[in-house]
């Protein structure tokens, strides 16, 4: 079956414009987590969705960064008034159970650059 | 808090040699533990993971990893690298552990290259 899809693969946005970042999890996965990778760093978590719980946005780095989720499908991410520090890729993953039991499937990322 | 330590961003190995990537963690709760590969322009992978039970863990690709809990350490074996294994790899440990929410916290990476 089709893994985690993420589109657009790449964007190049001017700083103070707003960006939409979508994902596609794997169908019947009900947790989704959105990570942000920075150059020669590791992966920061964002937010993370498990079904129609409210989401945890503990790792929201600030206002400007909101996600959304309708039921167990796609999300978006949307960054607000854009600055250089958000370029980065953003990877999406699901899995089938918001257990750390479970795996994280990843995306390939959209690889976010802003000038 | 949990975090991870990669120690090295960068280890080169020639083909056939002995591949060892090391991670270090910090947990105040028995932790689940993950390695994680990427390659080029393609997202993670999971290699292997520890959640309970056996301390040895193997994985896929021939890679295998050891939790020691007296050393806080996970780190990643695999006998004879091959060509296809550079990469970069990623240790992960669970935010909470024992079968909480599941987010993960990553280590910086260490970027495996094989040397003909």
């Known amino acids: 079956g089709a893994g985690v899809s993420q589109s657009p693969s790449n964007k190049v946005t001017e700083k103070g414009k707003d960006v939409e970042l979508r994902c596609d999890p794997i169908?019947?996965?009900?947790?989704l987590y959105w990570y942000r990778q920075r150059l020669g760093q590791g992966l920061e978590f964002l937010i993370y969705?498990?079904?129609?719980?409210?989401?945890?946005k503990s790792g929201l780095p600030s206002d400007r960064f909101s996600a959304e989720r309708t039921g167990e499908s796609v999300s978006t991410l949307t960054i607000q008034r854009t600055q250089q520090e958000d370029s980065a890729v953003y990877l999406c993953?699901?899995?089938?159970?918001?257990?750390?039991?479970?795996?994280?499937?990843f995306g390939p990322g959209t690889r976010l650059t802003v000038t | 808090a949990q975090s991870v330590t990669q120690l090295g961003s960068h280890v080169s190995v020639s083909e056939g040699a002995l591949v060892l990537l090391r991670c270090n963690y910090s947990?105040?709760?028995?932790?689940?533990l993950f390695w994680y590969v990427q390659y080029p322009n393609q997202g993670l992978q999971l290699l292997l993971k520890?959640?309970?039970?056996?301390?040895l863990v193997k994985g896929i690709n021939g890679f295998e990893a050891e939790f020691k809990k007296s050393e806080t350490s996970f780190h990643l074996t695999k006998p004879s690298a091959h060509m296809s294994d550079a990469a970069e790899y990623f240790c992960?440990?669970?935010?909470?552990?024992?079968?909480?929410?599941?987010?993960?916290?990553f280590g910086k990476g260490t970027k495996l290259s094989v040397k003909p």
């Open positions: 993953a699901s899995s089938l159970r918001g257990q750390d039991s479970y795996e994280q499937y």
């Open positions: 169908s019947g996965h009900t947790a």
């Open positions: 969705f498990q079904g129609n719980s409210a989401p945890d």
């Open positions: 947990s105040s709760v028995p932790p689940y």
């Open positions: 520890y959640t309970t039970g056996a301390t």
């Open positions: 992960a440990v669970s935010a909470l552990g024992g079968g909480s929410q599941g987010n993960l916290i």
